[in-house]
């Protein structure tokens, strides 16, 4: 049963996989795509299907079941769940995965499900919008995807450097085009990431929702989402057609809260030197939570502003701005 499974975080990562394939076969199956890359289906009910993409390192360094992401958000809710993982950084450009998506299209697989969601982060995002066309009419959900590393297209993100040796031009390659058969597509990124931003505006269909999220280089928008439970709500909103901008927005608001996230905003804030408005962000944050490194900041800025220590309450309880938490 894949309900409570875990996977020991001692073990190397050849056992870690042994491990999975062992579980994928008790529950559904497993498949070896070539040397570099690795299938797990877990089947449930059929009115569901998540399938997600994902790294090694990024399940073992984030799952605190060391299980990839999908089995976390579908056994509770008794969804099917398909997991392509990767060894190393390949963008998921592999034949073997092309044929893979092939012989599931050919079979009707995706058809057996009455929703079937894609999830994936950065690399992993790109695959996700990829292999979306292979179920038109699903849903997509994209943290900080690439839409290609082609040379011609992309040339400006030198970012990775061993991608450019890669083939961003044949079958299942222009993420943007492979979309343009999903339901809806939600992109989740970082403004003030140059290179995510630009890659963002290329998702630029009508089925395309953006939401901005500034996150800044300490940590990741998916570590935060992942902390905070909110890949599972998306999930979820999105197998019942709940899922908007809207929507996403409020899933998102207990980052206001989470102290990984106000630390990163506190840094960005920090380097724009805008001591106005890192007293109102560090006024709010102190209003909700007793952060040391927030008090030192306030008293900082106020010095900086000329201010007296004790600012009025009113002030200190002032909400923070979703437009400049966003």
């Known amino acids: 049963m894949v309900a409570g499974a875990t996977i020991s975080a001692d073990l190397s990562d050849a056992e870690w996989l042994d491990a999975l394939r062992k579980l994928g076969e ?3 199956s497993f498949s070896d795509l070539g040397t570099a ?6 089947e449930q009910s059929h009115d569901v299907l998540l399938v997600s993409f994902e790294t090694i390192f990024g399940i073992r360094s984030a799952s605190e079941t060391g299980l990839p992401v999908a089995f976390d958000v579908c056994a509770s809710r008794n969804w099917s769940h ?14 073997r995965i092309f044929s893979f998506f092939d012989h599931l299209i050919d ?3 995706f058809d057996q499900f009455d929703r079937v969601l894609f ?15 292979a179920a038109p009419g699903s849903t997509a959900f994209l943290i900080a995807p690439q839409a290609t590393l082609d040379r011609d297209r992309a040339g400006w993100d030198d970012r990775f450097p061993t991608a450019r040796r890669m083939n961003f031009s044949s079958r299942y390659a222009y993420a943007p085009d492979m979309l343009e058969a999903a339901e809806a597509a939600y992109i989740v990124y970082d403004p003030d990431e140059i290179e995510d931003a630009m890659h963002a505006s290329l ?5 395309v929702h953006s939401f901005r999220y500034r996150r800044g280089s300490a940590g990741t928008i998916e570590t935060d989402m992942k902390a905070m439970s909110v890949i599972s709500q998306v999930c979820l909103a999105a ?19 989470h102290v990984p996230y106000l630390r990163a905003l506190l840094s960005r804030v920090l380097a724009e030197d805008r001591p106005a408005l890192t007293a109102k962000l560090c006024r709010a944050v102190l209003a909700q939570q007793p952060l040391p490194r927030f008090r030192k900041q306030l008293e900082i800025a106020e010095a900086q502003l000329g201010l007296r220590s004790g600012a009025s309450d009113s002030v200190a309880r002032e909400p923070m701005d979703d437009r400049q938490l966003s």
């Open 26 to 28: 008790e529950s559904g």
């Open 37 to 42: 890359h690795s299938a797990v289906f877990v």
């Open 82 to 95: 398909l997991s392509l993982i990767a060894q190393n950084q390949s963008w998921f450009r592999d034949i």
């Open 107 to 109: 079979q009707g697989y």
């Open 119 to 133: 999830y994936g982060a950065g690399m992993c995002g790109y695959a996700a919008a990829s292999f979306s066309v």
């Open 203 to 207: 998702f630029a269909g009508s089925n």
């Open 239 to 257: 197998s019942t057609d709940a899922l908007s901008t809207s929507a996403l927005a409020r899933l998102l608001r207990p980052r206001k809260r």
